[in-house]
């Protein structure tokens, strides 16, 4: 008989599989202004399939959760919050001249690393609580620095000379960052009271863990779908010039 984590472990099987179908066609649809974002979430997909298989096998097959599937899990959620930098990239492509330096390509380098480090911290905690701790207080130090740059980008002055798709994209890294904010300080709490991940009662799991992820999964895979022809809109459009750099 399938017990209720169980079900949850299913349930994100199911949700993760159907997701990587439209995450490779965006992968493929937005050239290379997008792919830095679209293969992160195509790589959400493919280590929460690997992650919530192993979980399901463990406790099936032997009742106790799997430290391996949960390390997996963890750098899981990198993913979610590297992909909204790569998505910001794109959404800003048409007015990049007209932003600040560290709004382009090598300015997200910074929350790129701050975001791998606390995330390596807390994949490479093992039993260590503190480590843990320490390495999502990082990650969500990345978080704050993305949502940063998120605003900024929406109140850039040259805001206005975004192509219609652009500010679908950038609608939908809006609507994700309070959903992915939702799960980090989720992930915080349960470190700081159970000491580790992977515990917490299942609705918290589901309100709190599950929902967010999928949420922000379908965020960005519904602005991606529509905004598939975006690299070719961008071709025909053309470079624009930098009337103001200031934000």
């Known amino acids: 008989m399938t017990t209720s984590t169980e079900g949850l472990e299913l349930a994100q099987l199911a949700f993760y599989a159907i997701a990587s179908l439209p995450a490779l066609y965006c992968l493929i ?22 992650g919530n298989g192993m979980a399901y096998h463990a406790l099936s097959t032997t009742g106790e959760p799997s430290t391996s599937a949960s390390i997996i899990n963890g750098i899981g959620l990198s993913p979610l919050l590297l992909a909204a930098l790569g998505i910001l990239h794109e959404a800003n492509h048409s007015i990049q001249s007209a932003l600040p330096a560290f709004l382009g390509r090598f300015g997200l380098l910074i929350p790129h690393m701050v975001i791998a480090g606390g995330i390596g911290l807390a994949a490479a905690s093992g039993k260590n609580p503190h480590l843990l701790e320490v390495g999502l207080i990082i ?15 929406a109140r850039a002055n040259a805001r206005h ?87």
Not at 29 to 50: D, E, P
Not at 139 to 153: K, N, Q
């Open 161 to 247: 000379r975004r192509l219609g798709p652009e500010k679908n994209l950038l609608l939908a890294i809006e609507i994700a960052m309070p959903l992915i904010g939702v799960r980090v300080l989720y992930a915080i709490v349960i470190a700081f009271k159970y000491q580790n991940s992977s515990s917490g009662g299942l609705a918290a799991k589901v309100i709190l863990g599950t929902v967010p992820e999928f949420l922000t999964m379908i965020s960005y895979l519904s602005a991606g779908l529509v905004t598939r022809n975006l690299a070719r809109d961008c071709l025909e459009k053309g470079p624009q010039p930098a009337y103001n750099t200031s934000v």
């Open 139 to 153: 990650f969500a130090t990345g978080w704050l620095i993305v949502l940063g740059l998120v605003t900024l980008s």
């Open 29 to 50: 649809t937005h050239g290379k202004n997008g792919i830095i974002g679209w293969l992160y979430v195509f790589a959400m997909c493919g280590l929460r399939l690997v």
